[in-house]
Every structure is written in structure tokens, then in C-alpha cells.
């Protein structure tokens, strides 16, 4: 019997795992395309991945309503998926909805507080934080029941928590544990019980946002000991994929970058959260690291993200490059990207959900490296070099095929 | 004795030349910093390339005129020169003053003869193709003679001339030979005479031109068989260098590129020239080759160059990418390009001739494969990709490293 | 009884058109707003301008099919339609297509003739030029029959034609008359025709198209004697409305425009059309002249107008301004537009049938001047200065409100 | 004998006032032309402006060092003056040196105290408010001894002041001296002072910084008194021009503006001050209120600006504009502005210099409402829209005209 895998996400009725949900049911019943999936050809066809169709879904989130109602207000104020589409594939997503539960959380900061509303927050913040993630790991279990499934990739597509203030607490998993048995609540996050639940139970994590609360090192202990591989943080689809493809361009040319300026501008939920600048210095810490990594000097840089509610989801950025060249002669180059976040960030969850499933079939645990490229902040990786991180990936497909490995 | 290394430029009067002069000896004297030469680091020093202040110039140029004249017009009317540098080298400007020749050619086509005037053509002309390329190899010897040098690179750095109708002609030693002494003049262009007297010397050719008649088949013949080191053709300096080190970013996020359109505009002679058709069409077949070869596909595309004498050498380029993402949603890249062309090519004909010696030592002959990064047009390689070609380079360099080699 | 108004359209089913009418219909049916229609709004509400709701639309088309069919297309390809509101309004255009024929045409130029059809065209120019006129007469008579119409105003939206050479023959209606009686076919347009058909018959011709052959010189002869207002040429809606907008703060700064470059990449059949250089010839003749007009000199300048068929009818230019300030400082200033045509023509087509009805009900004949800012090449006045011919405009206004001017 | 004008720039060793007074001398020795200059062209020549080569200089400054050395820093940091033109001005700068004294001022904030130096901000502190103000007469009286002056301008260059809260002390002349009397410094800063004793002097007073001490109520009502011109604030030289000449198209043409986002990027000791956030919330007040002005509505908006050191005087502005056409649909313009503040704002001042002349002559006190184009804040008017601020100024040429006015 094939290989059942399951895909819990965390924040499931959001812009970006609406899209996945979308788009996955779209691919299985021929409706889409799979060649904007990264790895749908070699040399990646060598890992063998599930195929999209098979993915069984579910997850949580603190937020109401369907997945028909997300997917058609996504299509109303974005325009980025097609009525007609959600519409067709409703009772995909019926189905999928009855797999989605409320959800639990943490020490969420003002901007989530606000937006889901205060009850909401009351009630996913009872009882204690080991009760709450023995919820997360007991809906997990029902899950893998439900569906017979051998494994399950737990994915954060939640909203940018605050970060958070890490400290020894955080860095083994003894006094993690005791962090957690005295309930002490302002020192961990929503992300960090999710974590903590889908490792526990020996489950792949793949955290897509910018918390640093999700994957801190005691995790990575825990994930050690119960063979979960790790994937993470926050997924590079806009901005700081450009500039770490272009960055290398700069070095390999010896060509000194004097400022680089970055502006985003983006509406939607997403920017509504970063707006508080509590959520944006998280997003911007992880966005700023790139360029010292990769040119080998820290130029004068900005990273700018400004909330404009009619843009929705299509975020603009505006990078403004001013280097020197030679005989200190000063030039410019500037870029404007216009992208949907959502769609460049869904056929990655996809990717990424494949990945741990082929890491966790091949016995790997913890960081997932050669999925840096997916990543503004990988996890266990020094390497921003967008192209030096692709080669990492077909390296491991190579590896990969050599070794054999037929998916069971 | 430490090797003695001579670069023998033809249009070293140009805007490129000078600016590669002025530079070579502001390093020579300490006046300029050797930091924006792409090779001068790890794990290019394993090259051991000769140290720029050593390399004696020559060359010849259809223009009339001194160095430090050039030098002053490109200071008033590009700024990208300091003038008070240029007078300070005035001696050592002038001493190559006397090493540059007034040169021969052939077949020149409309812009060019505009440009240099009647007079200069129909010498330039006289007498026949086997007399001309004559005159450049007592040239050469004469350099070599005078400066008691033990290698001498030629580097064509002359302004595009319009594309060649490549025919049976130029693709076999013999039948070059059996033109060039019918002196079949429609059939050649003046590169092609330069190439084969530098190769017929035995000696290293780096075309940094577009020029598709420097580098003809038969031409290659010629090098295999006097063991001479090939390296062009036309460098990639501006659009097309961030063509080539973006476009991997499509292609390795499943981005399917829709359409590409580019629109270059620049001053200068340089522009003057492109702005004739004729000259143009060899410019614009050189860029427009490099996306097919990245993405696997043809998306729709464009390349403009237009002249805009206002802007002399700074040129502007903007270019519009349009793809499309999961679902079949559409987005949209733009960048402007604002680069100085002399500034950011005079560091690579450093480093090419360089390159060069370093494979006539090391007894390679014909096309220099691992120069592919510098060219728009790599000579003997396809591939295109920016960064595939530089981890070509650094093999080359990791190769020659574990060969040891020092510099006799 | 109110006065009641039709709009003839010739091109009555292209994409501007279309919009144009799914506009007006949705408007009349309480589904669109009035705040995007320039004239809706003090000074111009003394012009008592028809409701929009009260027009009555008719025209001709040479491409086959229904509005809705048209409507569809726009909602599927461009997204500059909601496909629900040309749906929900299925009853109002298919009444509006039974007021559309099949059309006449002449001389059509190659791509229109590629886009249409050879039968098409062949059937579209029989039999001679004043037979065709004359099928254009009684269709308008027919259309104001058949609705007890007290006007109609003709508005040719029909895809840009070559230009038309123009000599003695255009110039007096005499001449015309002559040229016409002996059905010499190169010497026209269809745009000729159906603006000597609409004076003809005393009705207002607004010319929205480039083609040069709609209102030549002969053609306000006959208006003037048959008291039709005239208004053309060119829509003004994307990248010259923004440079007529900008050159006056140049002017008016001093900062001398030593080049201004502007280049257009577009989809559509507009795209395909004006991807035909004959065509194109047109457009781009009708956009650079305004430049020197409000500069008082000619800088250098260039328009391009490429075909990029992703992206429909999404309008994208780029214009690139060099500038000298003071002490002959160069500096620079670039826009990106990134327009939909239909969308930013249609209310302006709405605008106009209003304002010619206004002109014919207060006895004006021949050029509408106060209508300049509406178009690329305005007819009968040699203002470009976009706030100069809004000042135009408000002063029309102003003194029809001081002339009283009820709307009978 | 011809009047004689003294213009007294306060900050006469800044970037802007340094280009001012070379350019001046420039045109005054046939070095640079005159046709960068607004006004020296019809309708304004019938105003008569004292030509620029007759203006005589002088003013304060709290930095050290000569003119020769400022515009030498210029030439080599920002290449916006002539290193040669400086050298060759020499004479006629060290004479103006002459009449530059030390300067006196109050509360300055703590960005321009970290530039200048705790000593020197001492000393300009000393002793009370009123001796302070008395120093600064006691200059400009000495400069019209000195060089038998009709008249003398002061005109405000110094940098941007934090704004300062505003009350009922500032907003009566009453009030104000009695605040003077007792030396309340919080209540006070520089530009205060200056424009104190200018306009008590019964001279002409310009503010050309965005600082919001310089003309509060309390000194409108001293110039109404003294029968002193006074213009401001804040002059419009680069993103707010263009945003003032641009917003105007899009209300005219019924698009609604969604989003307006301006980002300024600039270096210089300009953007080091701006950097400071108090200092930065004056010039964003300044620069934010006039879109709403020109539109009518409040548009979602933001102006940023942040220092980029490699930058220097030039500027870089991306404006991105979010607007909503016909049926609601959405596009978007944006544009990018590179220019060089000083060079753009020079002509200006010298332009006012000689227009406050003009106003004095001909009896005018107070706010001179026509040189609103000139000023992000114009001080005693509405009006934002640059077009019919131009239309303003015409017709005060146009009255000046009419009413004759030869000067004296």
C-alpha cells in the first residue's frame, strides 16, 4: 500500500494556506498546472515525491468561517484566485474543513490579539501551555487515525508573532521543559507549543514564518532525539529573493555595494500585522541578515515595510542599489518587484511538505539545510546565496537518486 | 627575470581603453585601488596573475590624438574620470602614446567611416588584406622587440562593426587563406585581420566586442595550430549581466518568464554607432541569446538600444519582466540599470588579458571556456547562466591551484 | 419631452467599446459609481450634460459576435471586467447589439486587414466609396428612427489606421467631393467615410483614434456648413497624459529636457495593430508632438511602442527624462505607468458624447476646442499643456453657466 | 544711481547657500548661464528683477571655514560644482567670506548640536534672547553700512530646526515680546530670532527651511507693522514638486488616488539632520499636506525619508501611487525623481531674493502669496496645486505690468 502522508497547518484558513489548499485540490483534479512547483523536474524527480494529489490535509486556526469563504475573498479583493475555481472545487474543501480545528496559542502580542479578537485569545490561552500543546498533539493523533496516515508534516503558516526574548530557557530542553511544567507564559509563543507538539510526537516541522519562537534550540534537541526533521524560517518568495540572487552578482563582480534600500509596501492581513511594529521587527530582522552573509562586508542597508490596505496581497518593494565600481566610480541600480505573496509562497509549502516527508522516509532529523533556499532565515545554514542554495538542493537530489530510495 | 607581459589594445584611444589605461597605471602608482578587480582574491589568487602594474601597453587606434586628451574629454563629459588623476599620469600616459599605432582595417561599414572620416578609411585600407595583416604582425613583433617582452595579448576593443555574413569562407584555415589572398574585401571586417595576425604570432586574442568576424571558425583552426588562447566575445557588463544572473532565479523558482523586454539607452561614440541599424543588429543578436539558453524556453522578448547623446556613457537600461506563478497568476519584475559601461569593463580586460597570460602559459590553446562570466557571447560554451559560469571560473582557478604553477 | 441622445460607435464591439457600454449600462443600473467620470463634479455640472444613463447606444462593427461574448473575453483575459457584472447586465447589451451593424470600410492597410479577414474586408469595401457613405447615412437615419432620437454623436473608436498621405485632394470639400464621385479607394480611410457620412448628416463626429485620415481639412468644410461639431484626435489616457502633465513643471522650473525617452509595451489587438510599423507610424506621430509644444524647443526625444501580448491590455510605459538644471547640472527623473486603456478611455468617450451634445444644442460647428485635454492631438488648437487645456475646459463651463443653457 | 540689494543668508556655508553664491558669481562673470533661472523670461522680465550679478552677499553661519573650501568639498564629495569653477571664483568668494559672521542661536535640538559642536552651540546661546536678536541687527545693519545697501533680504538656510510646539506666546506680538523679555529659550528657536530682527529692521524675510519657528504669528504681525514681505516655507525642489504637479492630472481626470507613498533617500549633512527624528517630523508635516489639499479627499499616504551617507546631495524619491479608475479598477503609477537638492534650489533663492526686492519696492508687507510655487508650506495660502501657484505668479507679473513699475 502507498505511502499515506498528512500536512496539518497551522493558520489554515489564512491567505497563504487557502492558496495551497486551492491550488493542491486544483493539481488533483487537473485543474492546475504543476509546473510551477520548484521541483517537478530533474533533477529533483530523482527524490521521488509524493505526488500533490495524495497530500491528505488539515490543521487549525483561531479564525471562523470555511475554506470556500477564504478562497472567495481572496478572489474578490486580490484577484489572485479565480471565483469560479473555488467555487468548482467546494467539496474538496468541505472535506477539508471538518479536518480543521481552533487552535491554541500563546503570549500573542497586540496586533494578533487585536485582530482575532479578545475572547478568541482568552480561549486559546486556557489552560496550561502543556495542556494546550497535549491538545495540538492529540488532534495531531486523531488526524493520523482519521486518515490512517504514516506521517504528518506539521506546517506554521500563521501570522508573524512578535519575536521573542530568548534566552538559557530556550536553549536546552531540560530547562525548556521546565519553562513549560511552570507554565510560564511570557517566555514562549504560539509557534513554540506547535513545535514542541509535532516534534514530540516524532513529526516533521516546517516553520514558513518569521517567529524565532518556533525552532529554538531546545527544539532542535527534541527534534534530535525523535528523528523530526526541521525546516525553517520564513519563507523567501519576494523581496530578499531577489536580492539574494542579485547580491552574488555584486560580489562576483567586485563591485562594492555602498547602500542597499529596500521598501515593501503590502495591504492584507499579513501587512496589517506587520504594521504593528512589535510583528515588523521580526519580519525585518529576518530580511536583513542576507547581504552581510553573502557580500562578506555590512553595507549600509534599510529594510522599510509599510502597510497600504488597497494593495491587498500584491506586494510592491522598490530596492535601491548604489555601488561603487572601478576607480571608485558610483552607480545605481534599482528594482521594483510586484508580486503576489501568496501564490510565489504556496507551490514552496508544497515543496517543502515533499521534502520532509522524503528527510523523515530516509531517517534525517532536524535542520533540513539543503532546503535553505526556501527560507530568509534557514535553519542549521550560514549560506544566502540564493544560487549557491539551489546547488545545495541538487546536490541532495543527486545524493539522493545515487543512494536509490524508491518511495515505499 | 620575472615574466614580461604586454597587452596591445586596438581602439586604445577609445572610451574603454583609456579608462583601462588610466586605471591600470592609477594601480601602477598607487593612486587607485585594486579592490574592484573581480579576480584579486581567493580563490583566484591561486592563479597567480600578473600583478597590473607590470603589464607594458601598446596598441593602435584609427583616431588621432593622445591619452591624456581622452582622458580630459571623458573627465568633462562623463565625469567618470578624475581629471586631476589624468593629469598626474600624464608621463606615463604619454610613454604608451608612443606605443599605439595607427591601424589598418577593412570593409568598416557606414557608422564607423562616418565616425573616422573618408581619409582615414581609404588608408586604413591600402594596400591589400595580406599586406594589412602584415603590418600588424611587424607591429606586434616591433612591441615585443622594443619592450623585450616574452607574450603580448591582443585585445580588440575597436567599436562594434555591423555582423558578418559568415559563409564556407570562415570556416576552414584554407579557404580563409585562399580570401585573404584573393583580398576578397566584402568577405572580412578589420577584426578579422587583427585576430589573425595576433594568432598567426602565436600570440593570445580577446575580443570584447561583439564583433562576430573577429572569431571565425578558421580562426579558431589557426589558434589550435600556433597554440594560441582564445578568449570573447563581447563583454558583459551591463543588462545582460543582470539578465544572466536573474533569469536563474525564474527558472529555479518554476517562475515561467512571459515576456522579457529591455530597453537600453546610452550616449556616447559608442552609442553613435549602435544607433545605425547595421552595427546594432550585431549588438542586439549578442545579448538577446542568453535567456532561451537560461529558462529552457523562448518566452517572448526584446532588446532595444537607442542613442541618447545626452547620457554619453552613462547607460540606462530598463527592463520588464512579466511571469507567471502558481494558478497562472501574473506578476511583474522592473529594473534600471544606471552603470557607466567603461567603468565596469576596464576591471575585466585587466583581468582577461591576465587570464590570458596565465593560459599561454600553462600551454592552453583555443577557446578559454572558463572567461565565459565576461562575455555576452562566450566563445566554445553555452552556458549563460551568471553563476554557473562563475563556479566554472573557480574550478578553473581550484585546478590551477592543485597544479601547482608558479609564475616563472 | 427630454432630449434624447444617441451615441453611434463605429468599432462598436472592441475593447473600449465594450467597456464604454458595460460602463454606461452599469451606471444607468445603479451597479457603477459617477466619481470616476472627470465632468461629473463642479464646474462642470452647469453644463447640464446628459445623464449618462439617457444615451442611447448604437454603432458598427466589422468583427462578429455579441457585447457579452466581447464583455467575457475582457473579464477572462485583462480582469478589467468583472465577469458578473456583464452578465448581470446580458439584457442591456443584447438589446444594444441589435443597434450594431456590420460596418463599411476602405483602404484598410495590412494588419487590420490580417486581424479581420480577407472575406470581411473584401465585403466590408463594396461597391463604390458613395455607396458606402451612404450605407452609413441610412443606418444613422434608421438608428435615430428607430429611437426618436433629437441627435446622434458619431464616435470612432475603430482600430488605428496608417496614416493617411494628405495632399490637395483633403483639403477642400470640393476636392473631396471630386475624389469620392470617382471611388479613388487609396485616397481614404474608413474613418474618412464614416466622418463625412455622420457631417454629412449634420450629426457630432468625434474622432478617438489616431487615424489622420478621419478630420481632414475638407471634412470641417462640411462640418462647418452643416453645423456639426468635430472633436479628436487620439485619447489621451496613459503615457502622454502623464508627459503633458510633467513637461510643464520642467518649463515652468527652467530645468531644461535634454531627452526625454518614452517607451510603451502593450498587449491586445491595439498591441497586434500598432505592432505594424504602418500603423504604428500614427501613434507614435501623434504622441511626440505635444513635447516641443509646451517646451518651447525640441529636446531629444523618442516614443516605442512594442507588442508584448501578455499583457492584454495592462498599458505599461517607462520614460526616462534627462534634465539640465543649474549651473548645467545633469539630472534625472523616470515614470512607470502601468495602465488599463479601456478603462481610462471609457469615461472620457462617455464625457465626450456628452460634451458635443452640449456644443450641437448651443449652434457650435467645427472644432470643440475646450475639448483639447482629451486628446493626443487636439483638433483646432495647439495647446498640449494638460492644465492649461483643463483651464480651457473650466472656462467653457464657466461661460456656458453665464449664459444660462438649460438642457431643453 | 541703480538701487543697491543685500541678500543675508543665514547657514552661508551650507550646500545650498555655498552653490547659491557660487552660481551667483558664476552668472556675474559670464561663467554660467542665466536660462536655469525661472524668471528671466517672459511674462516675469516686466517685473524688472535686479539682475543677479548686482546682488551683494553676505549673512552668518555657525560653521567655520571658507567658501573656497565649501564648494571644493562639494566639487569632490557631490560633483555638483566645478572643482575648476570654485578655483577660478576665488577672489570674489573670499570677499563675500568677509561679510559671513559666526551667527547667534537658541534651542537648537540635539542633531544640529551634534554637528556643530557643544562649543559652539554654547557660545551662539549667549547671552539673553533679546541681545541675541540685536547681534543679528546689528549685522545687517553694519552689512548695509558697509556696502551703502537700499535694501537687504535675509533669507533662511539653515538647516531644518525641530518644529516647535506652537501657543498662544507666538501668536501675538504682544505675547511674544514679553517671552522675549523674560529669554523663555524652550519657546524659541534660531530662526525665530532671525526672522525677528530682520523684520523688525523692515526687511524683507524668506524661510526657505521647512522650520516652523521662523514665521509664526507674532512676526506676521511685526512685518504688517514694519511693512516687511515675507515668503515661505520650505522651498519645493524635488518629490513634493513633481507630487504637486502630478496630484493635479489625477483630480482632473476623476482617477482616485487609493495609496500615495514617497520614499526619500538621501545623504549629505541634510539627510544626517533629517535622520534625527525630531528634525525629520518637520520636513514630513511640510512635505504630507498638500495632497489632500490639491485632491480634496485624504488619501491613504506616507513620505519617508532616510539617510543614505554614499548619496550625498543627491536625491532619490520613489513615489508609488495606487489609484482606482472607471468600474472601480485599479492601477498604478509611480515614479522616481534623481536629483541634486542644491542645484535645484539655488535658482530659487536667487529668484526670491529678487522678488522680495520687487515686493518692498512696490510697498507690499507681509506673506507674498505669489511665490506659493516655490514653497512645500507657502505661508498665508492655500493653494499646493504647482500649476495654478504658477497661474499665481503670472498674474502678479501680468498686474506688475500693467501698473508699470520701472526700477528705481
Chains 1, 2, 3, 4 share one sequence.
Not at 515525491?49 to 471562523?64: E, H, N, S, T
Not at 504514516?150 to 519575536?163: F, G, R
Not at 521580526?282 to 547581504?291: I, N
Not at 561603487?324 to 503576489?340: A, D, K, N, V
Request: hydrophobic residues 45%.
Amino acid at each position: 500500500m502507498p505511502r499515506r502522508i498528512g500536512a496539518w497547518l497551522v493558520g489554515a484558513r489564512g491567505g497563504l494556506a487557502t492558496t495551497t489548499l486551492v491550488g493542491a485540490r486544483a493539481i488533483a483534479r487537473g485543474r492546475a498546472s504543476l509546473e510551477h512547483l520548484p521541483l517537478e523536474r530533474p533533477p529533483y524527480t530523482a527524490l521521488q515525491l509524493m505526488p500533490v494529489a495524495d497530500i491528505v490535509f488539515g490543521g487549525c486556526d483561531l479564525r471562523q468561517g470555511s475554506l470556500v469563504e477564504a478562497g472567495l475573498e481572496i478572489a474578490a479583493v486580490n484577484r489572485s484566485l479565480d471565483p469560479r475555481l473555488v467555487d468548482d472545487l467546494r467539496d474538496d474543501l468541505t472535506a477539508i474543513d471538518a479536518d480543521i480545528g481552533t487552535g491554541i496559542g500563546a503570549n500573542f502580542g497586540r496586533a494578533i490579539e487585536a485582530l482575532v479578537g479578545r475572547d478568541v485569545v482568552v480561549a486559546a490561552m486556557r489552560p496550561t501551555l502543556r495542556e494546550r500543546i497535549a491538545t495540538v498533539e492529540a488532534a495531531l493523533d486523531a488526524f493520523v487515525a482519521r486518515h490512517r496516515l504514516d506521517d504528518v508534516v506539521v506546517v506554521n503558516l500563521a501570522s508573524t508573532e512578535p519575536p521573542l526574548e530568548l534566552d538559557d530557557d530556550h536553549r536546552s530542553l531540560a530547562r525548556l521543559d521546565a519553562l513549560l511544567d511552570r507554565s510560564d507564559e511570557p517566555k514562549v509563543r504560539s509557534s513554540l507549543l506547535y513545535a514542541y507538539a509535532a516534534v514530540s510526537r516524532g513529526h516533521p516541522f516546517v516553520n514558513f514564518t518569521p517567529s524565532n519562537a518556533a525552532v529554538v534550540p531546545a527544539i532542535l534537541e527534541l527534534a534530535a532525539r525523535r528523528g523530526a526533521p526541521i525546516a525553517g524560517s520564513d519563507g523567501k518568495t519576494g523581496e530578499t529573493l531577489v536580492k539574494t540572487a542579485l547580491a552574488p552578482m555584486f560580489r562576483d563582480r567586485a563591485l562594492r555595494v555602498l547602500s542597499w534600500q529596500g521598501y515593501n509596501i503590502l495591504g492584507d492581513r499579513d501587512g496589517r500585522i506587520l504594521s504593528d511594529s512589535e510583528n515588523l521587527s521580526a519580519k525585518v530582522r529576518s530580511k536583513d541578515q542576507s547581504l552581510a552573509s553573502i557580500l562578506g562586508y555590512r553595507p549600509h542597508s534599510h529594510v522599510g515595510i509599510d502597510f497600504v490596505p488597497s494593495l491587498d496581497d500584491l506586494k510592491t518593494a522598490w530596492d535601491h542599489i548604489h555601488f561603487e565600481g572601478f576607480l571608485g566610480h558610483r552607480m545605481t541600480m534599482q528594482f521594483i518587484w510586484q508580486g503576489c505573496d501568496s501564490i510565489l509562497a504556496a507551490p514552496l509549502v508544497l515543496d517543502l511538505i515533499r521534502l520532509a516527508d522524503v528527510a523523515h522516509r530516509r531517517g534525517e532529523a532536524g535542520p533540513m539545510r539543503h532546503t535553505a533556499s526556501f527560507f530568509k532565515s534557514p535553519i542549521g545554514c550560514d549560506q544566502h546565496d540564493f544560487h549557491a542554495q539551489i546547488a545545495m538542493l541538487q546536490a541532495y537530489a543527486a545524493a539522493a537518486s545515487a543512494a536509490g530510495g524508491s518511495r515505499a
